[in-house]
């Protein structure tokens, strides 16, 4: 049996200063709810930080209640930035094993209401404490230093990896929910300000609030067509990977994609949208590398290329990815499961011809812990 997507709902990703990250979670719920036809008989909450930034925990029971759903399963899932990711990967097993008809998932972080020093600080706390946090080490400067690694061993550029950063603004131009709907010139992104050396302000995902939600089920009563998850696949690597015998090397990532090719029986060219963890370019490269779609090295000349770009054979980030849609933590695996899906459904912002298959790949730190989903529609 084939777990269907069969409702959505999102909030779009900016500074939700009036709103608690119950209203958050109760926005994109309520969307997915309603679309669905559907009363969940289970919800997972994905979230990181609320204990950090909200002081509340027990979230899944008190969005339960403000939903006026009871006597069902709820609980919270925690699992860094891959947390949303994770738990559609739950829900999709629980639905295949268990006597469920539909779950929620629900993803959301509030992550404005912290103070920058706060915020550095929360952003790394998915990292081993012992071996980075206790040393100030800050996940930009953890992207910095494998930027400079996958730089070095490639004699690729910070300009030329910026195309990356180029492409995503210019694909959430038309996306409502983005949390940037602008373009930036390659000169722009280059002379931002230097966030940890080579990575600028503009070559990175920027901190929001946002809320997105899913309701799965074995039967699709929405009035859109029927999107099925045709392979949901985890694996974990070091949680540190400088102590990986291979520094560049995305064991996690490969495991994932192997997996997921093998269970839903696609090939990889028959992908057509790619919703990828963009944190910053150098990670986007070396993803798109370890997935066979560039070869190793040429990821940033394919972009340039254009082999990316919205109405070509593979459209990247179709709504901006991390960097220009945004980066809840949370709720960004989700988001991105929403996206493909209504690609698919063909009701998303950006009218694209002739995609029939996604894959979202969502991890957490640097490929420690990656989920990845290939989403299809119905045959």
Known sequence: MQTKISGTGLTKITDHWSKSIVDLAIDSARQAISESNTSPDMIIFANTLSSYSSSQENLSTIISEELGLSDITTFKLESSSCSGAMAVNIGHKLLNSDNL??????GAEKM?????????????????????QFFGITMNSLYALFS???????????EELSQFSVLSHKHSVTCKHAQFNREFSLDSINKSATISSPLRMLNCSPIGDGSASLVL??????????????????????????????????????SCLNKSLAESKIKLEDIDLLEIHD????????ILET????????ASSDVLSGRYDLNSKVTLSSSGGLKARGNPLS????????????????????????????????????????VVHVLGVAN
Do not use: W
Request: aromatic share 8%.
């Open 101 to 106: 008809e539909s779950v929620l998932i629900i």
């Open 112 to 132: 404005t209401d912290l103070s920058p020093a706060e915020t550095i600080k929360a952003t790394a706390l998915g990292e081993s404490y012992e071996y980075t």
């Open 148 to 158: 400079r690694l996958y730089m070095e061993k490639y004699d690729v550029t910070s």
């Open 217 to 254: 089920s074995k039967t699709n009563n929405s009035n859109f067509d029927d999107v099925n998850i045709l392979s949901s696949t985890s694996s974990n690597s070091s949680t540190s990977f400088f102590s990986r015998e291979d520094l560049l090397k995305f064991y996690s990532t490969t």
């Open 279 to 286: 944190v910053v370019p150098a990670i986007t490269a070396n």
């Open 291 to 298: 997935m066979g779609f560039s070869k190793p090295g040429n």
């Open 331 to 370: 709720a960004t695996g989700i988001y991105q499961i929403i996206e493909v899906t209504r690609q698919l459904q063909n009701r998303s912002h950006a009218d694209l011809e002739n995609k029939n298959i996604g894959l979202c790949h969502n991890m957490s730190g640097i490929d420690s812990n990656t």
